[in-house]
């Protein structure tokens, strides 16, 4: 079965620095999302990635797919204190499994003001 | 136009109780997903339903939970006889018909058996 790791696990920034938050798949990735979690809150949907190579901005938030799509890393430039949160990829790594989303363990962002 | 809703937002219940999650998906959404995030661990993928069908089931225990979607009305994740290990946030997620669609997620039911 298609696994998700995430790297790094927590992470504390001071305010105005740059970050990378990475996610790897075991298997070809069929569609790559990245999500943001609050604590105690649901998820809010950033961006959906597809095709290899494929990259995607909004505001301050960049992510990437690689070309294999088995990686895909999540930038946030000049972070600021609403950065903070829990960052999720998910991923539908079979062609064939329909909706279903595997996620990776999560990446904490803490940022300092 | 909403999002995603779920009731009750916060839920207790002593063992052996039954838990009803409610779940409205947004507007013009015909699919509804349920999720698990246990204390501790990821995010796990329980049912995918359409209306009046369960498409995959995969992720839910054999015992004590079940789903629906009827026609009309809210999707219902129903656990029976809830034991302090189902303690844990459930999430429901709706999205258009399609396996490619983006899901949009509810802000969750916290349950908590004591």
């Known amino acids: 079965s298609q696994e998700l790791e995430q790297s790094p696990q927590s992470l504390i920034v001071q305010e105005g620095k740059n970050l990378t938050i990475n996610c790897t798949s075991s298997k070809t990735l069929y569609g790559l999302y990245w999500y943001k979690q609050k604590y105690g809150e649901g998820l809010i949907f950033l961006m959906m990635?597809?095709?290899?190579?494929e990259e995607k901005s909004h505001e301050k938030i960049t992510a990437k797919l690689d070309e294999k799509k088995q990686q895909s890393s999540l930038h946030i430039t000049a972070s600021q204190p609403s950065h903070a949160g829990i960052y999720l990829c998910?991923?539908?790594?079979?062609?064939?499994?329909?909706?279903?989303?595997?996620f990776g363990q999560g990446t904490e962002l803490s940022v300092k003001p | 136009n909403a999002g995603v809703m779920q009731n009750p937002r916060h839920l207790v219940r002593r063992r052996g109780q039954e838990a009803r999650l409610r779940c409205s998906p947004m507007k013009g959404h015909s699919h509804v997903y349920w999720y698990r995030q246990l204390p501790e661990e990821g995010l796990k993928f329980m049912v995918y339903?359409?209306?009046?069908?369960?498409?995959?089931e995969s992720g839910m225990p054999k015992e004590r939970f079940s789903a629906e979607f009827p026609k009309e009305g809210p999707s219902i994740l129903r656990i029976q006889q809830v034991v302090r290990g189902d303690s844990a946030a459930y999430f429901c997620?709706?999205?258009?018909?399609?396996?490619?669609?983006?899901?949009?997620f509810g802000p969750g039911t916290r349950l908590l058996v004591l």
């Open positions: 990635l597809q095709k290899g190579g």
């Open positions: 339903l359409q209306k009046e069908n369960i498409i995959d």
């Open positions: 998910g991923a539908k790594g079979d062609y064939n499994q329909g909706g279903k989303l595997i």
């Open positions: 997620a709706s999205s258009h018909p399609g396996g490619r669609e983006t899901q949009y």
